[in-house]
């Protein structure tokens, strides 16, 4: 499978857990971005990152939430002392790269369940 | 900074009616603008998109888009609905390439028999 993958699929956690989201990218994008759906909302932006960096993190909530994209490895978004507000389906991105003209290809999500 | 609207967070069609699905955009500069369609649990997937080429773009599954720079929009049709158009659908753009998506709010479309 040559899609975006994402895992876990479903997450359940208690408040005041953490919750570590990955994803892979398509082979041979190394552009990722992060999406958060609340429900009955739509897509809002999150985070941008290519390998080893952060490019834009204006969408990310300023306290608990953290995202990386190592050399080596899938991206993790976490989100550390989780409330009941986080419960949402979070979507991962990935292009090509800047010459790509926003053509993102998504993976099908990881839903999180905050009890 | 760039946004998009899309009007009717809900449209209902028969079966084999005309699909139009509303989008329109805020940009003080020429926009990318795209169309992505969502089904139940599962992640988004392109159905088309606008570069400054053609100002009507034909998409996947027979959908097509018309970019009007004077009203600002970028809706979508389909002439004759299908069961299986049943879906959300998120209106999308772009300023500068290669920045992230802002998404509108989305479309659920529903289809009756």
């Known amino acids: 499978n040559a899609g975006v993958m994402q895992n876990p699929r479903h997450l359940v956690r208690r408040r005041g857990q953490e919750a570590r989201l990955r994803c892979s990218p398509m082979?041979?994008?190394?552009?990722v971005y992060w999406y958060r759906q609340l429900p009955e909302e739509g897509l809002k932006f999150m985070v941008y990152?290519?390998?080893?960096?952060?490019?834009?993190e204006s969408g990310m909530p300023k306290e608990r939430f953290s995202a990386e994209f190592p050399k080596e490895g899938p991206s993790i978004l976490r989100i550390q002392q989780v409330v009941r507000g986080d419960s949402a389906a979070y979507f991962c991105?990935?292009?090509?790269?800047?010459?790509?003209?926003?053509?993102?290809?998504f993976g099908e999500g990881s839903r999180l369940t905050v009890l | 900074a760039q946004s998009v609207t899309q009007l009717g967070s809900h449209v209902s069609v028969s079966e084999g009616a005309l699909v139009l699905l509303r989008c329109n955009y805020s940009?003080?500069?020429?926009?990318?603008l795209f169309w992505y369609v969502q089904y139940p649990n599962q992640g988004l997937q392109l159905l088309l998109k606008?570069?400054?080429?053609?100002?009507l773009v034909k998409g996947i599954n027979g959908f097509e888009a018309e970019f009007k720079k004077s009203e600002t929009s970028f809706h979508l049709t389909k002439p004759s609905a299908h069961m299986s158009d049943a879906a959300e659908y998120f209106c999308?753009?772009?300023?500068?390439?290669?920045?992230?998506?802002?998404f509108g709010g989305g479309t659920r479309l529903m289809v009756k028999p």
């Open positions: 991105a990935s292009s090509r790269g800047t010459g790509s003209t926003g053509e993102l290809f």
């Open positions: 082979k041979g994008h190394s552009h």
């Open positions: 990152l290519q390998k080893e960096n952060i490019i834009d």
């Open positions: 940009s003080s500069v020429p926009p990318y």
């Open positions: 606008y570069t400054s080429a053609a100002t």
């Open positions: 999308a753009v772009i300023v500068n390439a290669g920045n992230m998506l802002t």
